[in-house]
């Protein structure tokens, strides 16, 4: 039931994967009022039901609007998150009852595009737009909001629209991808992931040997370059030099590409 933007490293490009896995993402979704399952989405089974009829459009406004900016969320029992070693899921399946903690989660917007009342089955369904930090669990907010209003909830749809800055727009299925495979060169997915900066010739060299050069205020960011991050560097020819980080006067590689050699590409598919 899910689907979207997932991406790829591909040989070298891998190393940029570590820079995106902390960016935000945007989902369309949507969350099912009245139902409760195991699993917080559609796939697990209904464990609670509750009517709806007497839960007003303003409420679940209301109530996405409490769930919105910086709150604290507890994930689904079923998400992969570790305990002792092992897999929450897993541990949910052999019959455990997990209890994870809750963690600090940013919710950039909570958006209802449409609300759809079921009077037959007495559930409602929202169609919503979720842009949030990396870590947030888009069905642990359909849960949340299901309990807030008093009559449970899970996610029936999921699909991811955005990972930073790459979208459905570059992606490929992987039909498409099976019959030819575009992807995206390595220095256009770092240009569009990270502040950057243009080297000349003779800092491409000092930085290719992993040596220091004088630190430099990155295009499109006026925070300093730390290791968590870095800009991308370039050489005159466009290439991806390097990943830089600033200390002090100076600015140091995290990670050094060799320029020149034919970039190793990023490709974005879409799952599902």
């Not at 290719?208 to 004088?214: H, K």
């Not at 600015?251 to 990023?266: E, H, I, R, Y």
């Amino acid at each position: 039931m899910a689907t979207g933007v997932l991406v790829v490293g591909i040989n070298k490009a891998t190393r940029l994967l570590t820079y995106i896995v902390g960016t935000s993402k945007t989902y369309t979704a949507t969350i099912r009022l009245g139902q409760s399952t195991v699993t917080d989405d559609a796939e697990g089974d209904v464990t609670a039901t509750a009517g709806t009829s007497g839960v007003s459009e303003q409420a679940m406004y209301d109530g996405v609007a409490a769930l919105t900016g910086d709150i604290q969320q507890v994930p689904s029992s079923v998400s992969a998150i570790k305990v002792n070693g092992e897999r929450a899921y897993a541990r949910v399946r052999s019959g455990e009852d997990v209890k994870l903690a809750a963690r600090p989660v940013t919710i950039h917007r909570f958006e209802v595009h449409a609300i759809r009342r079921d009077p037959e089955a007495d559930v409602v369904d929202l169609d919503v737009t979720v842009e949030c930090s990396s870590g947030t669990y888009i069905r642990a907010l359909a849960r949340d909001l299901g309990n807030a209003l008093g009559v449970g909830g899970h996610l029936t749809a999921l699909r991811r629209t955005h990972v930073g800055p790459y979208s459905l727009d570059q992606a490929r299925t992987l039909d498409q991808l099976a019959e030819e495979l575009n992807v995206l060169e390595m220095s256009q997915a770092a240009r569009a992931l990270m502040p950057n900066r243009e080297l000349s010739a003779e800092e491409t060299t000092e930085i290719s040997f992993g040596r220091r050069i004088a630190a430099g205020a990155p295009a499109g960011s006026p925070a300093a370059a730390t290791a968590d991050h870095p800009a991308a560097a370039f050489a005159p020819d466009g290439s991806l030099v390097a990943l830089l980080a600033d200390a002090g006067s100076f600015a140091k590689p995290v990670l050094v590409f060799a320029p020149g050699n034919g970039a190793p590409p990023v490709r974005t598919v879409v799952e599902g």
